[in-house]
């Protein structure tokens, strides 16, 4: 296992990221993943042993429950917990009150101690907002997380989907008014789903914010169990199609995935991370799992290499179409290309 810095810090996190989206199964994480606390335990201890020393999670995970398990196991399993990065987030709905949602100060510093309760720590190591507010203006929400990190309760905060425009506006507030600013983007990004490249990965790679990916195997699709005419039966897809996938391009990588996997004697889900990790942008590739087989196969993925060659027919057969203005900045920048 390998250890990265966490954008323009001194974090070390591991390059694979324990996801506990699957842990609970309450409300629409039903679609997700139902694990109790005997089977999170054995998630987590597997996941550490590995080398893991991230672990994700979320508020609004299982309504709270996810945070919950995650914090017992901690416990049962005699955990150091300064061995460990914590990770949780804020902004989704967690009650029916007209306040109960959103970036405001009133939300932030409520849902903070309620994660700080059920995880059972005195703090958290990277504290995201799960998405953009808009209805709360930028600063408001960074002044009540420049305090929680002043408090101590928070370590680093992070962003997470959110606009290129957004993520920036936000920096360059944080910078001018010498407050806590986001040293990590959580995003989607897979082989299969490579939008980021557009507009965010190059303003992370600019101002040294560090890359979560979130979802890497598409929702399942990149797991092995599809092909382009075969229906994959039980798999998650057939009851939650997310997130959006342009499908024929997906069954263009897959049909390249597939016999390069065989050849390697690896899974196709282990290529598909793979790929990810050898992203220099990539900072934590974050992994779940319902079963611990599905665990021990993504952890096998740190091992496997690429050929510069195969790198290239990946690229070549994943990458996006073109559009502008990256058409135009690529036209007109020839001449002042240093890569």
């Known amino acids: 296992m390998k250890y990265n810095l966490l954008g323009n810090t001194g974090l070390k996190v591991s390059e694979l990221c324990l996801g506990t989206m699957t842990f609970g199964g309450k409300g629409w994480a039903k679609a997700i993943g139902s694990l109790d606390q005997q089977a999170v335990d054995q998630i987590v201890k597997r996941s550490v042993d590995a080398g893991i ?7 609004v995970y299982s ?3 996810s945070e919950e398990l995650t914090g017992q ?9 300064d061995d460990l990065v914590i990770a949780t987030k804020v902004r989704g709905q967690m009650g029916q ?3 109960d949602s959103g970036l405001t100060r009133k939300h932030i510093m409520s849902q903070v101690d309620q994660s700080l309760k059920r995880l059972g720590l005195d ?3 990277l504290y995201q907002v799960h998405s953009f507010d808009p209805l709360t203006p930028w600063q408001e929400t ?8 002043k408090s101590g309760k928070v370590r680093y905060i992070g962003a997470s989907n959110v606009a290129a425009w957004q993520l920036m506006k936000a920096l360059d507030f944080s910078a001018y008014n010498r407050v806590a600013g986001f040293v990590s983007l959580q995003a989607y990004y897979t082989i299969a789903g490579r939008d980021l490249e557009r507009e965010l990965i190059p303003l992370l790679k600019d101002q040294r914010v560090g890359l979560l990916v979130w979802s890497p195997l598409a929702g399942g699709l990149l797991s092995g169990k599809y ?7 039980g798999a998650r897809r057939t009851a939650f199609d997310f997130p959006p996938v342009d499908k024929e391009r997906a069954f263009n990588i897959l049909d390249v995935l597939h016999p390069m996997a065989a050849a390697k004697k690896a ?7 793979a790929w990810l990790l050898h992203q220099k942008v990539v900072t934590s590739v974050i992994i779940g799992a319902n079963k611990m087989e599905q665990l021990e196969d993504n952890l096998l993925s740190v091992n496997v290499q690429f050929s510069e060659d195969e790198l290239q027919q990946l690229h070549e057969v994943s990458q996006l179409p073109a559009e502008y203005p990256g058409w135009m900045l690529d036209f007109t920048g020839k001449d002042r290309n240093i890569e």
């Open 142 to 149: 960074l002044w009540a997380l420049d305090d929680l990190v």
């Open 97 to 99: 009150g007209p306040n």
């Open 267 to 273: 899974s196709v889900a282990q290529l598909a991370l």
């Open 73 to 81: 196991s901690i416990k049962n399993l005699g955990l150091h917990r």
């Open 123 to 125: 703090y958290i190591d």
């Open 53 to 59: 020393n991230f672990i994700d999670t979320a508020n």
């Open 63 to 65: 309504e709270g429950l």
């Open 227 to 233: 092909k382009r005419d075969e229906k994959a039966e």
